[in-house]
């Protein structure tokens, strides 16, 4: 079975702060996916790795997959209360000969102003 | 707007009684699947379909039924609620079978067995 460990479970920090969320597994995955999630409201894409190495830039937020394809990290620059929310990684390969994705549990952010 | 739309947002149950959770997406994708979100637990597979007619089970399939009569829908049918089934229900849907392709979620139903 594959498992996808996220750390920290919450992190609070203030305003103008960076942080980095890292998500690791003993598996090697197809792509990896990072989600947002506030509450009362489903998961939202944010990005999609695909290739060992990869680097993507959404705004603030920075998404690295490991060389491996084992690990991937999101880095926020200089956050905001509006990056408050639940980020998830999910990571995608084939188990019993079909494609699954697999969720880690979860980083709780809060920003305060 | 197109997406993922979920019915009802809120439901309480008693034990033993028996439910079903509306799911439809307007977006023509082909692959649909039901996620539950319990503390701690993360988001865990219930059931999923990857087009009108064929449905499979996922991690946690006990005590459900799912069909897919048509692309558009993905009811999940509780057969006679528990407490343990209280948790946060998702549907999700992707254009295409590849997982590399993200998922659209819907924004849940909270759900209550007393």
């Known amino acids: 079975t594959q498992l996808l460990e996220q750390s920290p479970q919450f992190l609070s920090i203030q305003e103008g702060e960076n942080l980095t969320v890292y998500c690791n597994s003993s598996?090697?995955?197809?792509?990896l996916q990072w989600y947002r999630q506030e509450p009362g409201e489903g998961p939202v894409l944010l990005v999609t790795v695909v290739t060992g190495g990869e680097v993507k830039k959404l705004k603030r937020l920075t998404f690295q997959f490991g060389d491996a394809r084992k690990d991937s990290s999101l880095h926020i620059t200089a956050a905001q209360p509006g990056d408050t929310g639940l980020y998830l990684c999910?990571?995608?390969?084939?188990?019993?000969?079909?494609?699954?994705?697999?969720f880690g549990k979860g980083t709780k952010l809060t920003v305060n102003p | 707007n197109a997406g993922v739309t979920q019915t009802p947002k809120f439901q309480v149950l008693k034990t033993g009684q028996s439910m079903t959770l509306q799911c439809a997406q307007d977006?023509?994708?082909?692959?649909m699947s039901w996620y539950r979100q319990d503390p701690g637990m993360g988001l865990r597979l219930i059931h999923y379909?990857?087009?009108?007619?064929?449905?499979d089970q996922g991690e946690v399939p006990n005590g459900y039924n799912v069909s897919r009569s048509t692309t558009e829908d993905f009811p999940l049918r509780l057969l006679s609620a528990a407490p343990s089934q209280t948790s946060v229900y998702f549907c999700?849907?992707?254009?295409?079978?590849?997982?590399?392709?993200?998922?659209?979620f819907g924004s849940g139903t909270r759900l209550t067995v007393v």
């Open positions: 977006m023509n994708h082909e692959y």
């Open positions: 598996s090697v995955f197809s792509s």
């Open positions: 999700a849907s992707r254009q295409h079978l590849r997982i590399n392709y993200g998922y659209t």
């Open positions: 379909s990857v087009g009108a007619g064929i449905t």
């Open positions: 999910a990571g995608g390969g084939t188990q019993g000969g079909s494609e699954k994705l697999v």
